[in-house]
Each structure stands twice: as C-alpha cells, then as structure tokens.
C-alpha cells in the first residue's frame, strides 16, 4: 500500500532563509532595473547632445525650424492660460495663507518678499514644469509610442533616417525653451497674483508692494529658477521620449507609457528640485 505525499508546509527554519532570499532578489532585481533604465535614459540624451552639437557645426544635421516651430506651439503656447491660470491661483493662495501671520507680528506688507522668492526660486519652475509634464511629456510619448507600434520608427531606420534626429531632438528643444520661456511668464504672473491679493484684499500700498518686490528680489532669485527649468525641460522631455520609443504591448502599452511618464516627470522633477535646493543652500545662493 502507498504512501500519500508529505503536505505539510515546511518548517519555520526553512520558511525564513527562503523568504530572506526572494526578498533579497527582488532588491536585487529592482536595483538591477532602475540601473539599465537610467543607462538608457542617459544613452538618450547623449545622443540627442551629440545630434545637437552636430546639428551647430553641420548643414546637413540642423533641425528644421518648422518642425522646431511647431513643436514649441503645440507644447509652449497651447499650454500659456493653464499656466497663468494656475500661477494667479498660487499666488493669492501663498498671499491668503501668509497674511494671519505676518499681520500679527506687524509685517503684513513683507508678503511681497515671501511672495516673490517662493515663486521666482521655487513655485514658478517647479509647478510650471509639473503642468507641461502633462502637456508635452504625455503627449510626446503617446505620439512616439503610437509610431512604435505602428512600425513607423522601423520605416524610419529602413531609410536610413535618424528617429533620434527626426523625432526626439526637436521635442528636447522646444519642451526645454518653452519650460524656460513659461517660467519667466510664471514668475510675472504668480508675483501678480500676490501684489492683487496685497492690494485690493488685504489693503497694501501699490507704490509699497512694488518697493518691497524690487528689494527682496536678486539676480540670483532669476538664475536659480531659470537653470532649473532649463533642467527640468530636459528632464520631461528625454523621459516622455524614452518612455515613447520603448513601448510594448499595443494600445495598451501606450496607454501605460502615457500614465508612466506623467508619474515619473513629477517624481523626477521633485527630486531635481530637492537637490538644486540643497546645492544652493550650500553654496549660500
């Protein structure tokens, strides 16, 4: 007579060490993936560098400026009242939350100074970045993604046309000099926002809002948040087209190359921002 096959599960000095070794696995695993996607993304954006560059010293490699024109319309312009929009809200908001506790220590009219560092240095970029990460970056990989799974990249390369050239370097550049041009128009406008909410709500001098503004702001205010978005423009825009060209899976696969490039601009954004913070505030800038 046979004897039935032992189903009892293993013992807890087995079940541990087994654990510990998927759990380590997968860390691994992880690890070894976020390594390949920033190698990638990094081989990217070198190529499109090297494509610029050449495309500076070489008639045959520059970029069309109809497709660089058109490129900036659909990303820069498209998205301009969304932008004021936004930068008027934030600052009435900061201007709203500020004013309880500067006007208890006397100070309400320094609204102007918190107003217009937050938004130059920190808010402007920041939110205007996160805004075109939805315009430009979702945009550029559900195109690019589509021509994926269209073969149309595959039609490119079997006539020896550069996808990279074609393609990515005129989304890179004009995502990255509308970003710029958007958080100049950001600044203005969210420091607007602040000065109407100081003047007609909360009864602060015109002539003394401006005076404040003036004085609290630098050169440095202006730089420290143009070469973020100069940074942050790069950023959407090589991750929107690494996303687009390494789609798999169909209709679907756009669809998450879509989704997945909105969630990792933001985090990638935020986490550019922390470090140029930190950086700043070493360098006493």
Not at 25 to 52: D, E, P, S
Not at 78 to 88: C, D, K, M
Not at 144 to 158: H, P, S, T, Y
Not at 254 to 265: I, N, P, Y
Request: charged share 15%.
């Amino acid at each position: 007579m046979s004897q039935s096959p032992d189903t009892s599960p293993p013992a807890l000095w087995e079940r541990i060490p087994a654990s510990i070794g998927a759990a380590v696995r997968g860390m691994f695993r992880t690890l070894y993936g976020a390594v390949v996607y920033v190698g990638g993304l990094t081989g990217l954006l070198g190529g499109v560098l090297a494509r610029v560059g050449r495309s500076l010293t070489g008639r045959r490699e520059r970029v069309r400026l109809e497709t660089l024109a058109e490129q900036s319309y659909r990303f820069g312009v498209r998205s301009i009242p969304v932008v004021v929009l936004v930068q008027v809200f934030i600052g009435v908001i900061l201007s709203l939350n500020l004013a309880p506790t500067l006007q208890t220590y006397g100070q309400l009219e320094q609204i102007a100074t918190v107003v217009a560092i937050a938004i130059l240095r920190e808010l402007g970029p920041l939110i205007t970045a996160i805004l075109l990460s939805g315009f430009a970056g979702a945009s550029i990989a559900a195109e690019l993604g589509a021509m994926v799974e269209g073969e149309e990249i595959k039609a490119l390369r079997a006539h020896a046309l550069d996808p990279i050239r074609f393609l990515v370097v005129p989304r890179v550049i004009a995502t990255t000099l509308m970003l710029v041009g958007l958080s100049i128009l950001a600044d203005v406008v969210g420091v607007l926002g602040g000065m109407l909410t100081g003047v007609f709500i909360l009864g602060i001098s015109p002539e003394v809002y401006l005076d404040i503004t003036a004085d609290a702001v630098g050169l440095g205010d202006y730089l420290t948040g143009l070469s973020k978005s100069l940074v942050f423009g790069i950023i959407i825009a090589a991750l929107a087209c690494y996303e687009g060209l390494h789609v798999r899976g169909g209709a679907e696969g756009v669809g998450r190359a879509t989704t997945t490039t909105v969630v990792k601009c933001i985090v990638m954004l935020i986490g550019a921002d922390m470090i140029f913070t930190a950086v700043f505030y070493v360098l006493g800038w």
